[in-house]
């Protein structure tokens, strides 16, 4: 695919149509990014990631909160719906860190810290993520997300491929028809109003497995304890009222990225548990073949935050990707 055919494409998903099937599809993860429980959690020793300072840029107009956690190969992370700053694990983000990447998260424009108008058309969302990376002098950076942030990932590699070196998709959804939409439960989930540790267990790991439910609460007490620093919920009621109330099919209608995956060089690592009731894994083993760049990798008895029931592992199988994969 040309560069004037990935800018058209550029064109293409700013369609009003298009963006309205987008927004309406990414937002089945409306609970994706749940407010603080009202019980205080256990303190625990404060993590690189969990003290990390929050920064700023000026771009467009608009002032972009992010914190960077390590140094060397730049990865920046787009958050799942209704993510901000201080909802990633603090586990996972220091075992990347540990790795020797300098991970980057932000807020999107409008939510959290930063200023701008709030919105979930993905091109605006792309436009966050490239102005950041401009604005921090990134270079050949590895362009990764979760869920919600997959799609933003995905559609960044197709319109600005050349500037990526790799792309780290977890827990997303690939463009076009699925072979296996998300469970009703997950929506139903979803449409509760207080986050539970419950909650989170049955929507993010695998509630049937005693060593899942385990990693969930620990994941719930670092992200939820009061050392671990998070930007202002999104709001509930503006969310929510932007979700289906039944799993669509596609989640990610865009046939300008499927095209356009089908044909990059960039090499993509896609992770995910094996119980994930909002993006089930068979979605991307359907792709075998089709995507030449893309490698699977399948959590046991993990659910959509397969990442935070195996920090360390997670970590470890995205640098070895970067480092053993490369633009062909």
Do not use: C
Request: aromatic share 8%; proline share 8%; net charge neutral.
């Amino acid at each position: 695919m040309s560069q004037d055919e990935l800018h058209a494409n550029e064109t293409s998903i700013a369609d009003p149509a298009r963006r309205n099937a987008l927004i309406a599809g990414a937002a089945t993860l409306t609970a994706l990014s749940l407010p603080a429980p009202a019980l205080a959690q256990t303190q625990k020793p404060v993590s690189a990631s969990a003290a990390a300072e929050t920064r700023f840029v000026e771009a467009g107009g608009r002032r972009l909160a992010y914190r960077s956690v390590g140094e060397g190969t730049p990865i920046v992370l787009a958050h799942r719906f209704r993510g901000v700053l201080g909802l990633w694990d603090p586990a996972f983000i220091d075992a990347l860190a540990a790795q020797g990447f300098q991970v980057v998260t932000f807020d999107h424009s409008g939510f959290g810290l930063s200023t701008g108008t709030k919105s979930y058309d993905p091109a605006s969302l792309v436009k966050d993520t490239k102005d950041l990376v401009d604005a921090l002098g990134l270079k050949d950076v590895v362009i990764g997300g979760w869920s919600f942030g997959a799609i933003v990932a995905q559609i960044y590699v197709a319109m600005l491929g050349p500037t990526v070196s790799h792309a780290v998709l977890i827990a997303g959804t690939p463009p076009g028809p699925l072979v296996k939409p998300g469970q009703q439960r997950f929506y139903d989930l979803a449409a509760q109003d207080e986050a539970t540790l419950e909650q989170y267990t049955d929507m993010f790991f695998n509630p049937d497995d005693p060593g899942s439910r385990a990693a969930s609460k620990r994941s719930f007490d670092r992200i939820f304890s009061s050392a671990n620093k998070r930007s202002p919920d999104i709001p509930a009621d503006w969310a929510i009222a932007q979700a289906p109330r039944t799993p669509p099919n596609p989640v990610f209608p865009s046939e300008d990225v499927l095209k356009a995956l089908q044909h990059t060089d960039v090499p993509i690592l896609h992770l995910n548990g094996d119980r994930d009731i909002s993006f089930p894994v068979e979605n991307w083993y359907a792709l075998n073949g089709k995507f030449p760049t893309l490698q699977v990798v399948t959590y046991p008895r993990a659910g959509h935050a397969a990442h935070f029931q195996y920090p360390e592992r997670a970590a470890s199988d995205i640098a070895a990707f970067v480092k053993n994969t490369k633009k062909t």
